[in-house]
């Protein structure tokens, strides 16, 4: 089936430590967002890459940076990860256009200790 | 204040009540809505998606209403069962960016 795969489920980091979370797709989308969901919280959006261009949301820490070597892969990079970073990351996928809504993977839990 | 606010902040319902479930928007110009499911630890999950034409949009037990006029939607649960147990999102696009409600925890007791 075509999905959204996140990897892993579960990551846990040590504080300052790099962590790189992925996102896979096979829905063949040309739209691959990020975002961080705090517990009760609305997801927030931290990127987007519409095909090969990024887009970073004017209040993401740069502590955060994304990669997308090719249109099935994004990659969200936490640099030093702070104790306030720990959060769900849900990496969803779209075709052009919001019209036709959003496809989320399962989410990534990170726990910073 | 967030463009999308939605009501009740959490519900606790008895297996095989039904529920309604409230998403006011001041979102514009308006795309479309949608209604996501998001059980615990994992990414949320499509339930309706709403034009401005559409006033109700039915998927199994969940039922969507669109007041475009008010910008008020709601999501009706019928015949509530264990596994309703989750968070439900209100989605509205402006046609560019999509705009998150905080969402409803539903909780079904047996």
């Known amino acids: 089936d075509a999905m959204v795969i996140q990897n892993p489920r579960y990551q846990v980091t040590q504080f300052g430590k790099p962590v790189t979370l992925s996102c896979s797709q096979t829905l063949n989308h040309n739209v691959m967002y990020w975002y961080q969901q705090k517990s009760s919280q609305a997801p927030k959006l931290l990127f987007h890459y519409y095909d090969k261009d990024f887009n970073n949301e004017a209040d993401t820490p740069d502590n955060f940076q994304s990669r997308r070597p090719n249109t099935s892969f994004c990659f969200l990079d936490i640099r030093s990860p702070g104790l306030g970073d720990a959060a769900m990351y849900l990496c969803a996928t779209s075709r052009t256009g919001t019209a036709y809504g959003y496809t989320f993977g399962s989410g990534t839990r990170l726990t910073v200790v | 204040k967030n463009q999308v606010e939605q009501s009740p902040q959490s519900l606790i319902i008895l297996e095989g009540k039904n529920c309604t479930l409230q998403?006011?928007?001041?979102?514009?110009?308006?795309?479309?809505l949608r209604w996501y499911k998001q059980d615990t630890g994992r990414g949320p999950v499509s339930l309706t998606i709403m034009t401005f034409s559409e006033n109700t949009k039915s998927n199994g037990r969940y039922t969507a209403t669109l007041d475009a006029d008010t910008k008020q939607s709601s999501l009706h649960i019928t015949a509530s069962q264990l596994s309703d147990s989750a968070s439900y999102i209100c989605v509205v696009s402006d046609g560019n960016d999509m705009r998150f409600g905080a969402g409803t925890r539903l909780t079904v007791k047996p």
């Open positions: 998403c006011n928007y001041t979102v514009s110009p308006f795309s479309n």
